[in-house]
Every structure is written in structure tokens, then in C-alpha cells.
């Protein structure tokens, strides 16, 4: 069973939509992360918590907006897609106790989001 | 200046070639290096750890120099599997905050052909 699962995996929708991306692990960390990956941009970080009551903007956190509803639970919203958000998703959790100073990060396998 | 730097490839080489990847930041506050590794339509994983000293894993050896801001990948008898993305990755971490974030390189695209 994967530790970092997503939902959806692909989701295609329209410009105006509110979407929410689902992340939950099983993996116990306090630490979850999303970022978005594009093409000749690589990742970049939306927004991180580090634990359930913090929540933290990213490098591009406009047009985003997240909720910490348990340790195991991060969602990220796009209140009002527009077709730049088209882009592949990842969620990530890492636990400093275990990891140290090296912070690893696990991934979840993605989410696909068109935005037309 | 971004701040990880990769060559972005795509590096094609033949099953048993060498192959290096750099990597250069621009923070002399960044405290620690990774290599990560990213399949096709997959999320990234690590791939291994960057000391000054040195790090060998099997066929894969990583190499750091921060007085240069310099981060390798050595990559030796390529196969198949090594085919992927390989991104570089600096963590700096601000003590007293807690705050540990990665920083990720746009990646180095590799495919082994047979």
C-alpha cells in the first residue's frame, strides 16, 4: 500500500471551477508539503505545514489555498481555476525526527489537473 | 540567478557509458545536497545523499564542493533503469525556525539507449 496517496489522479475541469486536491499518509510525519510541477520549471513549493494547527505559504501560493484537517490529511484548493494551473501535483511529507537535517521528502504519485 | 542550476539535456548515452551531471546553487547558506531521481509521469524519489567527502552508492557517485557551489552526479556502466530525470536538491535549513525547505533543480533528463 502506498504511504502518500492523492485524489483524483487526473482531473480536467474549467476555467472558474473550485477544485480540491486530496492528499493523505500513512506514514505518521508532521510535515506535508504541495507543490506543483510545469514543464522547464521543475517543482515549486505552493504550501507546506508542519504540523495540524500550521500553515505556511510556499514560493507561489497565489490562487491556492490549503487545509490541515489532521496529521494525515493536507488539501489543496484552487478556488477559481484558471487554465495557468494546468499542471501535474504533488503532495510530500518528511519527519525531521527521522530524517534529521537531510529532510526527505516522500511524494504521493501525483495529480494531473487541466484546466480548460 | 535561479537557485539550483541544472543542465537540462537530455543527455543520451549507450548502455555501459559514463555519464556526469552538474549542478550549481546560488545560497552559501544551503546545508545540505541530494540527488533525487524522477521516472517518466512518476513522483521524485531520492537517489542518494551529497557530502564534501564524497558518496558512493554501487554505480553512482555524488560529489559536493562549496567553495564552488558545485554539486556532481557520476553515474557509471549506465543501464536501461537509469534512465529517468535526476534532480538536484539543496535544503537550507534556518535554525531557530525549525524550517527545513528543499529547493529543487528543473532536472537532468537521461535516456540510456541500448
Known amino acids: 500500500d502506498a504511504d502518500v496517496t492523492q485524489t483524483p489522479r487526473n482531473r480536467i475541469t474549467k476555467t472558474g471551477k473550485r477544485i480540491m486536491l486530496e492528499c493523505s499518509q500513512t506514514k505518521g510525519h508532521d510535515r506535508m508539503y504541495w507543490y506543483r510541477q510545469d514543464p522547464g520549471l521543475g517543482l515549486r513549493l505552493i504550501y507546506y505545514?508542519?504540523?495540524?494547527?500550521?500553515?505556511n505559504k510556499g514560493e507561489i501560493s497565489d490562487g491556492y489555498s490549503v487545509s490541515r484537517q489532521a496529521q494525515a490529511k493536507f488539501s489543496l484548493s484552487l478556488e477559481s481555476a484558471i487554465p495557468n494551473q494546468t499542471a501535474l501535483y504533488f503532495c510530500?511529507?518528511?519527519?525531521?525526527?527521522?530524517?534529521?537535517?537531510?529532510?526527505?521528502?516522500?511524494f504521493g504519485p501525483g495529480t494531473r489537473l487541466t484546466v480548460l | 540567478r535561479k537557485e539550483v542550476e541544472q543542465d537540462p539535456g537530455p543527455f543520451n548515452v549507450p548502455e555501459g557509458a559514463t555519464v556526469a551531471f552538474n549542478c550549481t546553487y546560488s545560497n552559501s547558506a544551503s546545508q545540505s545536497f541530494f540527488w533525487y531521481r524522477q521516472d517518466c509521469r512518476k513522483e521524485p524519489k531520492l537517489l542518494m545523499s551529497?557530502?564534501?567527502s564524497g558518496n558512493e552508492d554501487g554505480r553512482f557517485t555524488a560529489q559536493l564542493n562549496r567553495a564552488s557551489q558545485y554539486i556532481s552526479l557520476l553515474i557509471r556502466d549506465s543501464k536501461l533503469s537509469d534512465s529517468a530525470t535526476y534532480l538536484c536538491v539543496v535544503n537550507i535549513v534556518v535554525y531557530g525556525a525549525g524550517s527545513y525547505q528543499l529547493t529543487f533543480g528543473k532536472g537532468t533528463k537521461l535516456s540510456v539507449i541500448p
Open positions: 505545514s508542519f504540523d495540524v494547527k500550521d500553515i
Open positions: 510530500a511529507t518528511s519527519d525531521p525526527r527521522t530524517s534529521g537535517i537531510t529532510n526527505e521528502q516522500f
Open positions: 551529497v557530502y564534501s
